[in-house]
């Protein structure tokens, strides 16, 4: 080069400046898209999870009050001959909160008493209120008293997939999760109350809208019921939660 002569700086191709750019922008928006749905996918993960322990837990609070119930509930409450019976409260239909008076001389199904209970309306991560199940010897109007002494064997059993794994349950309660296909929970023109419809046959009381069927036993018919895993990414079909009473627990 000859001295003097001024210096010309070499340039780019021309439109280059705008294509690492543009490529830039793309592995911006692709790592924000792929961020996105890993977040999504853990967001979704924590909410299953959640709703496994609420759902455990507020049966546990619904068992725990029916226990209760059930050892303060002889009319004979004397130190020295009282508290020997384990009467349970009859179901309420219509989902207001409180036992209906009578049940009838057969296990029956219906929304848990809470009110009975004394506890708040308790509700599944779906929003739904429990369902319980009483076996017909433990009911207020049975008759024969369920003497502590001699508690007769419930009427319930519990199976899985492989079979029955236990007999003699005294008490269920559900929680039902979101309504499955076919399953409908409307109100139609009916008035509603905290957990149904003060219409008992309304389907927002019926068990069949509530309760699911899995390797042909269903839920929703006594005295038989099924449970299964509590799995993540339950079946669409089943989310059925269940909570027993036994005997022993009395």
């Not at 799995?231 to 089943?238: G, P, T």
């Amino acid at each position: 080069m000859k001295v003097g002569m001024p210096v010309v700086e070499k340039q780019p191709p021309f439109g280059s400046g705008q294509h690492g750019a543009a490529l830039l922008v793309f592995m911006l928006l692709l790592t924000v898209s792929v961020a996105s749905f890993l977040l999504t996918g853990v967001s979704k993960f924590n909410r299953q999870l959640a709703s496994a322990f609420h759902n455990s837990a507020v049966l546990a609070e619904a068992k725990t009050g029916l226990i209760a119930y059930a050892r303060l509930s002889d009319p004979d409450l004397n130190s020295q001959t009282g508290l020997n019976f384990r009467f349970l409260p009859c179901p309420d239909q219509n989902g207001d909160g409180l036992a209906d008076s009578s049940c009838g001389s057969a296990s029956a199904e219906g929304w848990l008493p809470w009110m009975t209970l004394g506890l708040p309306p308790l509700r599944d991560a779906s929003g739904s209120c429990l369902r319980y199940a009483i076996s017909a010897a433990y009911k207020p109007d049975a008759s024969d008293p369920p003497l502590i002494t001699a508690l007769p064997d419930g009427d319930f059993t519990v199976n899985n997939a492989d079979g029955i794994i236990s007999g003699g349950v005294v008490a269920v309660l559900f929680a039902p999760g979101e309504a499955v296909a076919g399953q409908s929970r409307g109100f139609a023109s009916n008035t509603a109350t905290e957990c149904g419809s003060t219409v008992i046959l309304s389907d927002k009381n019926l068990a069949a809208n509530y309760l699911d069927t899995l390797a042909g036993i269903d839920n929703a018919v006594l005295p038989g019921f099924i449970t299964a895993a509590k799995v993540l990414d339950a079946s669409s079909s089943f989310n059925d939660n269940m909570a027993t009473i036994l005997t022993g627990e009395l």
